[in-house]
């Protein structure tokens, strides 16, 4: 069952927020990010952003503590580049880098 936007005051619609699933936070495969920003603009506690590694930008987890893992800048990724991960450990990196195998 999905939740239906929500009307306020003003007339404006608003989607429901995701649940919180603790202990779940994003990883994003460099080699699909293309650092479009489009996570950053769906995080609402602004725990991403995008930063600069060797002329590329890529998306970053800054105080993955108070990440809630609603994973909303998951399903906004237009390029899929973000998954969610189960992590046993506070404080772990958003970059993961994968290399392909040819």
């Known amino acids: 069952m999905t939740s239906k936007p929500t009307e306020d005051a003003a007339g404006l619609l608003h989607?429901?927020?995701?649940?919180?699933?603790?202990?779940?936070?994003?990883?994003v495969d460099m080699a699909r990010c293309t650092g479009c920003g489009w996570c950053v603009a769906a995080c609402d506690l602004h725990l991403l952003s995008l930063e600069t590694v060797q002329w590329k930008k890529s998306a970053a987890l800054h105080d993955a503590d108070r990440c809630t893992g609603c994973s909303d800048c998951a399903v906004t990724?237009?390029?899929?580049?973000?998954?969610?991960?189960?992590?046993?450990?506070?404080?772990?990196s958003l970059i993961e880098p994968k290399i392909a195998i040819r």
């Open 77 to 92: 990724c237009p390029f899929h580049a973000i998954t969610m991960r189960k992590d046993g450990t506070s404080g772990a």
């Open 15 to 27: 989607q429901p927020a995701r649940p919180e699933r603790p202990g779940w936070l994003p990883s």
